[in-house]
């Protein structure tokens, strides 16, 4: 089995393995302007986790310099707005967007090198469409990020056939279940690239199937 080590952070940065994709749920009420993730390169606004027994799979510490700007490659999404009236969030296209920004302007980012999807831009497959154009373009000394603002999802069907028992995924904005993109197909989007420095940023407003 191929392993890579994995970056995700909400309020803090932790890395993970290809298949032990960790979504960190945040009700929408808990999701305020400005409570944008920064811990990317150990910067992080919020406050710091708490000490204790790291979780399995979990890997902690310092993320070595990162590559010219050249060599990074970003899939940004945020969905305030969801096909319909009854699922909207708020806030999620604007940590996006600031998220987006702070590549930009704080980090040094190409904006060519960044694909954003915003609410209505963000069906499933332009997700899939977005990760393989990410795919296509990094190589192996390549810094990428995923980063994904939304409604998210668990379940105990196993929903994608790998072997956990319990299942997450994100919610694309059709937000109809038959749209829903597991870990598991996470995972296998990501199996063969390059990269062994992929960060993965979720803040998902959970909702239970
Ligand atoms: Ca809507
Ligand atoms: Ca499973
Ligand atoms: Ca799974």
């Given at each position: 089995m191929r392993w890579k080590t994995l970056f995700v952070a909400l309020l803090f940065a932790i890395t993970i393995s290809l298949n032990m994709f960790v979504f960190v749920q945040a009700q929408?009420?808990?999701?305020?302007?400005?409570?944008?993730?920064?811990?990317?390169?150990?910067?992080?606004?919020g406050k710091p986790s708490k000490p204790g027994k790291p979780l399995k799979g979990i890997a902690t510490g310092n993320v070595s310099e990162p590559p010219p700007a050249s060599d990074r490659w970003a899939v940004i999404i945020g969905i305030?707005?969801?096909?319909?009236?009854?699922y909207d969030l708020e806030f999620c296209d604007d940590d996006a967007l600031d998220f987006y920004n702070a590549l930009i302007?704080?980090?040094?980012?190409?904006?060519?090198?960044i694909n954003l999807l915003i609410d209505g831009q963000a069906k499933k497959t332009n997700i899939l469409g977005a990760i393989d154009w990410m795919r296509t373009n990094e190589g192996s000394g390549d810094e990428v990020v995923f980063f994904y603002s939304g409604h998210g999802s668990g379940s105990l069907?196993?929903?994608?056939?790998?072997?956990?028992r319990k299942d997450e995924c994100i919610i694309p904005w059709?937000?109809?279940?038959?749209?829903y993109i597991w870990d598991g197909d996470l995972s296998e989007e990501f199996s063969?690239?390059?990269?062994?420095r992929i960060f993965f940023y979720f803040d998902v407003a959970t909702q239970v199937v």
């Open positions: 929408p009420s808990a999701q305020k302007r400005g409570d944008l993730p920064l811990g990317l390169y150990g910067t992080s606004r305030s707005d969801y096909a319909g009236d009854e302007n704080v980090y040094g980012w190409s904006s060519s090198h069907r196993n929903a994608d056939n790998d072997p956990e059709e937000i109809e279940s038959g749209y063969d690239f390059e990269s062994a």
